[in-house]
């Protein structure tokens, strides 16, 4: 399904964006088209179901609180505890308790990591200028 939108675009960008359809032989709707796309929030569709509602949420935050959970890091009991629960899962079994609290850590991690890379998405999105990926 498709939708209609109509919008006034100040000249100088009707210009720019009719000079890059012709440059590359397209059709202007396509330009358009492609430059929301590059230009618009992350799309959550690929996410897995059971994140997406966290994430959107994120989408409500202001910009000093984003910053703050794009920041967010596992606590440091945390880190060391899931490392020694790896490696000790690559030499033998764990025990239930054990494989229930490496399950719990990496899902923890998971769900930070997306909330982070989500949080700089919309920051950049935003006009945030967001580090190096070296730097994160």
Sequence with gaps: ??????????????????????????????????????????????????????????????????WRVAQTELEADKVTRYEALLAKNQRETLSDEEQAQLDQLRDMSDVLMLRRAYAYALLKWRGQRIPPLQDL
């Design 1 to 66: 399904m498709t939708q209609s939108l109509s919008i006034r675009l100040p000249e100088a960008l009707y210009e720019q964006l009719f000079e890059t359809a012709r440059a590359a032989a397209q059709p202007l709707e396509t330009v358009v088209l492609q430059s929301i796309r590059v230009g618009a929030p992350p799309d959550l569709a690929k996410v897995p179901e059971r994140f997406r509602d966290d994430l959107r949420a994120l989408n409500h935050l202001d910009t000093p609180v984003l």
